[in-house]
C-alpha cells in the first residue's frame, strides 16, 4: 500500500541518518584548534559548511553555495568503514579509493533509491574535482586543516614531520576554486615553514 | 586602500571560522548513538544540516533549504560563550536568552558587518520559529536528540530522570515543522515511555 511505502521510505531515511552517527567516532590527523584532541569527520564537515557559505564570494568561478554545502556535509561519510587516510599515508592512499567505494556501497544503500543516487552523485562529484563546486569544496577541505593546525602550533605537521614539498605536493590544484582563499592559506603554510613546524629542505 | 579592504575582510571572515572551532568544545547532554560520550554542538549541527535536505520533503510547508541548513549550523554558536543549557534546566534557562545574546553580540561581531547582520538574521529567525523555514529546523534540532537517545537505550533521559510530561512540553510545537517527521519520532519517545526509559506520570 502506499502508506506501506511511505513508512518504509522514512524509515530507510532515518536509519541512514543514524547510521551516519558514526562519523562523530572517525577521527583525523588534525587536532582542534586548542590542541586538546583531534577532530572527527563529523565536526570537519561542518566546518566546511559554514566555510562554504561565508567564502563563497572568493569562488574562481559562480557557484550553487548549496550543492557545495551538500557535497562538503556527505564527503567523508565513506570513512566510516574505510577510516581517515591521513593525506601524507602513501601506503593508506593505494588502497583507499578501493576501501571508499566499498563503504559508500554499503552505507549509500541504506537510503531509499533516488536519495542513494544523490548522494552518490554528490560524493562523485567531490571526488573528481571537476566542476565550480567541487573545486570549491575542495579547496576548503585542503584549507581547514592548514587553519587548525596553524592554531594548535603545528602539531599535527611536526608529529609527521610534514615537508614543505609534501605540503604544496597536495596542494597543486588547491587553487582551482579559489585563488583568493589559497593565497590566505599559502601565507599561514609558508609562516610555518619559517618557524619551523613545516620542514623545508 | 581597496586591497586593505579586501584583506581585513578575508582576514575577519577567517578569524571567525577560527573562532567558532570553539563550538568542538560545548559538550551538549545527548549521547552519540553508541552511548561512548556526549555529542558537542558542531557534531550535532553537521547531523542537522544532512537531515535538513533528506527530510526536506516532509516539510509542512514550501521550504528554502539552502536557508534551513544555513540556520541549523549557525544556531549554537552563541553557546561558545553561554554554554549549552540542558533543555529541562528551568533555572539555567531563566538566565540562557541574556547569556546567548551577549554571546552573539561578541561572536557575530568578528564577523564583516553585512554578514554580521547577516548571521544575525538566520539566528533571529531560528529563535523566533515563525517562518516555514524556522519551525522547520526546530523541528529537526528537537528530533534529533531523541533519535540518539533512543539508540543509547535512553541513557540521557534516565540520568536526568526525564518525565513524560517534560518531553510532550517541550514538544508542544515540534509539529509545526513537520507532522511527518514529528509522528515518526513521537513513536519513539512513546516506545521510551513504555520501557521505562523516559518516566511515565
Ligand atoms: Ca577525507
Not at 564527503?75 to 583507499?96: F, M, P, Q, R
Not at 567505494?101 to 552505507?107: K, S
Not at 596542494?171 to 589559497?182: A, I, Q
Request: charged share 30%; aromatic share 10%.
Amino acid at each position: 500500500s502506499q502508506d506501506l511505502d511511505a513508512f518504509f521510505r522514512q524509515k530507510k531515511q532515518m536509519d541512514f541518518i543514524l547510521e551516519i552517527d558514526k562519523s562523530k567516532n572517525v577521527f583525523r590527523q588534525t587536532y582542534i584548534s586548542d590542541g586538546s584532541r583531534k577532530e572527527n569527520d563529523a565536526e570537519h564537515s561542518w566546518h566546511l559548511a559554514i566555510m562554504a557559505f561565508l567564502l563563497a564570494e572568493y569562488a574562481n568561478e559562480p557557484i550553487d553555495v548549496l550543492k557545495v554545502m551538500k557535497m562538503v556535509l556527505i564527503h567523508d561519510l565513506v570513512e566510516i568503514d574505510a577510516g581517515d587516510t591521513y593525506a601524507y599515508d602513501s601506503c593508506g592512499n593505494e588502497t583507499k579509493k578501493e576501501r571508499e567505494v566499498a563503504g559508500a556501497r554499503r552505507l549509500f544503500s541504506i537510503l531509499p533509491k533516488d536519495q542513494e543516487k544523490l548522494i552518490w552523485d554528490l560524493w562523485e562529484e567531490f571526488e573528481s574535482g571537476q566542476t565550480a563546486e567541487a573545486k570549491f569544496a575542495r579547496t576548503l577541505d585542503h584549507c581547514q586543516p592548514v587553519l587548525l593546525n596553524d592554531a594548535s602550533g603545528g602539531r599535527s605537521w611536526r608529529e609527521h614531520n610534514v615537508r614543505r614539498e609534501q605540503i604544496y605536493g597536495r596542494n597543486t590544484r588547491t587553487h582551482e576554486g579559489s585563488e583568493k582563499v589559497w593565497r590566505y592559506v599559502k601565507g599561514i603554510i609558508d609562516k610555518n615553514i619559517e618557524n619551523g613546524n613545516i620542514i623545508q629542505e
